[in-house]
């Protein structure tokens, strides 16, 4: 039976390229993939397209508590299932345009309840699966292993740490060893696969106090699991009890040790991002805030300091995520990224996705994210404004 539009208003704004495409199909899809990058490249305030990668929020728990993650840093955080008829409707609506979806960004993904038949939708759709996991379940036999791997686009392995003791000490719950163990196995498993057939197997290391020391140590690692790329990200102080780990106070030292990691990946060949080095280095101690002096009586009040200029205009990486991208949280809530805090632009519940999409929030968002007026946590984007100390000026902590 031919797949037809949950929300048949969308047939009115589709251009030509679409309308005469099998709705769904893959020449569809490909269609809708095309007028995205158009979109997101003249930054159009109206989205011609869907979005053709979608991620969901299919569950906010997790068998780990790192020290750093606002899980375990907030005890009030909620431990939460996607409900089943948000999940319905995001189905019938976005599956039938999208390429790709990715479970949980906030949660271990492999704790998904109902994966086996989220992996059949996936397969119905025509659609590709994306993960971000911490490895400790990955290779545990189950019914849907099996079809987990043949889903697969991209897996993406969170460790911070090439040694048992630095890992164990970030990723409380989880035991070094046996991560190690699961991911040569299924690096053994991917290349039993046909080569087309593989997914992409990434990883992402949170350079730290403890950890920037092993980045070029686990740069070997991966060269040996055949890994295809490493993100590095600063670790983002977001609460009092990581000021201790954060590299801004020892610039130098993990500017070394950054050359060094990108002199391993050259010499072995693999493929990483890593943020650009500090340009300076401060005091190394880390500051401890002290009351301010008492104004002299009679004193004029001191001039606030100018902030330095914000560069305006598109970054060297562009955001794809307002016009390409989409998460949904267990609720239904619509979030258009991935960064802390970002608020939601509409909810599931009570509208049509297609609604939210070209809304006014998503159309001010677009119009502005490449200006020198942002809105919202665009300002401190960690995609857009790279470097640590210029997105420093605005708040976003490192």
Known sequence: ??????????????????????????????????????????????????PTW????????CNLKCFMCNQFLDPNSPKEMMDEDVYDKIVRELYPYAKTMQLSAFGEPLMTPRMEQKLDDLDRYGMKLEMVTNATLMMKESKFREKLLRCLELVT???????????????TGAEFDEVVHNITRFAD??????????????????????????????VEMVHKWGGD?????????????????SLNYMRQEANEWQDRTREVAKA????ISIPPNFSEAPNEEVPVAAAPAPAAVGAAEPMPAKKPARPCGPPPIKCWFLWQRVYFSPFGDIVPCCLAGMPHFGHMRDKSFYDVWNGPTYQDYRKHVFTD????KCKTCYLIWQNAELAGVEGFEY
């Not at 037809?4 to 809708?32: I, M, Q, T, Y």
Request: proline residues 9%; glycine residues 4%.
């Open 189 to 218: 498993k991917r290349l039993e696969l046909p080569k087309a057939q593989r997914p992409r197997m990434n990883f992402n290391y949170i350079l730290m106090k403890r950890t920037v020391k092993e980045a070029p140590k686990f």
């Open 268 to 271: 072995l060949g693999v493929n």
């Open 1 to 50: 039976m031919p797949l037809v539009p949950a929300d048949p208003r969308v047939l009115e704004s589709w251009p030509a390229e679409l309308a005469a495409l099998p709705f769904g199909s893959p020449e569809f899809k490909a269609a809708n993939a095309r007028l995205a990058a158009e979109d997101e490249a003249r930054c159009s305030p109206f989205a011609r397209a869907m």
């Open 229 to 245: 790329q490493i993100i590095f990200n600063h670790l983002v102080t977001f609460h009092p009890s990581l000021t201790g780990e």
């Open 157 to 171: 392995f969170s460790m911070d740490g090439a040694t048992r003791e630095t890992y164990n000490s970030v990723r």
């Open 373 to 376: 007026r942002p809105l919202g």
């Open 54 to 61: 979608i991620n969901l929020t299919s569950t906010t728990v």
